[in-house]
């Protein structure tokens, strides 16, 4: 039974237009969630993260926003890069519970084209 | 600096053999953690170290699997009797202190292949 769901395994886009990914989960008690982007070969590397007594948090070119009646968040790269070319994780935590331990998705692979 | 290391990058083994997979944490990190990405999935928790607490194993999937971390520092995953469903991206992280206030570091992983 998947609690972090990401429904979309690869995703394109052109250089400079935004790249928006999207994640879902089920498991009403998370409270904190987390993107990592993994380039192939290496470990994932921490991009953004969001507590669920926020609805939006910015850093950069990266935005990630939080919908908790709809058990959804989305991260958004505006303008996207090649380099951000990558596997995007989303991860979630119920720190009541586990203040350390992390559900993943399975990931979305972002193409930025040139 | 140094990050997260692991070691072997990669590791070809028969099937019913034992492997040891090997993590050193940055230095100074408190917090270390073992995860599992099989091929098409994501990452899976295995297990969580904190200082000299006992560690969270909720996430081996049986008793074939075993860690430890010596001196607070360095971690070993021992699979025993190794299966074809073995086959993973092992992933080691680590982190300054515990809770998710410090976002967890990874190592490059181990890809573990059971022919």
Known sequence: DQ???????????????????????????FDYFLWYKKYPAEGPTFLISISSIKDKNEDGRFTVFLNKSAKHLSLHIVPSQPGDSAVY??????????????TFGKGTLLTVNP | GAGVSQSPSNKVTEKGKDVELRCDPISGHTALYWYRQSLGQGLEFLIYFQGNSA????????????????GGSVSTLTIQRTQQEDSAVYLCASSP??????????GDGTRLSIL
Do not use: W
């Open chain 2, 97 to 106: 202190s515990p809770g998710l206030s410090q976002p967890q570091h990874f």
């Open chain 2, 55 to 70: 560690p969270d194993k909720s996430g081996l999937p049986s008793d074939r699997f075993s860690a430890e971390r010596t």
């Open chain 1, 3 to 29: 609690q972090v769901k990401q429904n979309s395994p690869s995703l394109s886009v052109q250089e400079g237009r935004i790249s928006i990914l999207n994640c879902d989960y089920t498991n009403s008690m």
């Open chain 1, 89 to 102: 994780f989303c991860a979630a935590s119920d720190r009541g519970g586990s203040n350390y331990k992390l």
